[in-house]
């Protein structure tokens, strides 16, 4: 069973940083994408920034330059570094996980936004960026 925790979310004020961890574990596949979400109340749920065990990255365009997706493969971490935080950036944040196999569009984010009903998520963790 695929399990998602994540981490590091908090307050900060407009221009600050924060980094969100997520540790996965049941993974069965090595040929996964992992992404980074985000939902306010009564919203639908958004894609922010999705990597995939081959390197490649895709952002949303409203974090581009801000936002930096990583992982760590020997921990099966990922993280989502946010830098210069906005009030508009306040959202629950969720972790996805998905077989590579299951994309079919170039685009990771777009495919993952997509298939969300076959995302395995983690539970959230709140961001909130006050001006």
């Known amino acids: 069973q695929v399990q998602l925790v994540e981490s590091g979310g908090g307050s900060v004020q407009s221009g600050g940083s924060l980094r969100l961890s997520c540790i996965v574990s049941?993974?069965?596949?090595?040929?996964?994408?992992m992404g980074w979400f985000r939902q306010g109340l009564g919203t639908a749920r958004e894609g922010v920034a999705a990597m995939c065990s081959d390197g490649s990255k895709s952002y949303a365009d409203s974090v581009t330059g801000r936002f930096t997706i990583s992982q760590e493969k020997s921990d099966n971490i990922v993280y989502l570094q946010m830098n210069n935080l906005k009030p508009e950036d306040t959202d629950m944040y969720y972790c996805?996980?998905?077989?590579?196999?299951?994309?079919?569009?170039?685009?990771?984010?777009?495919?993952?936004?997509?298939?969300?009903?076959?995302?395995?998520w983690g539970q959230g963790t709140q961001v909130t960026v006050s001006s």
């Open positions: 049941g993974l069965t596949s090595s040929n996964v994408c």
């Open positions: 996805a996980a998905v077989s590579r196999d299951l994309l079919f569009l170039d685009d990771i984010l777009l495919g993952m936004s997509t298939i969300q009903a076959l995302l395995n």
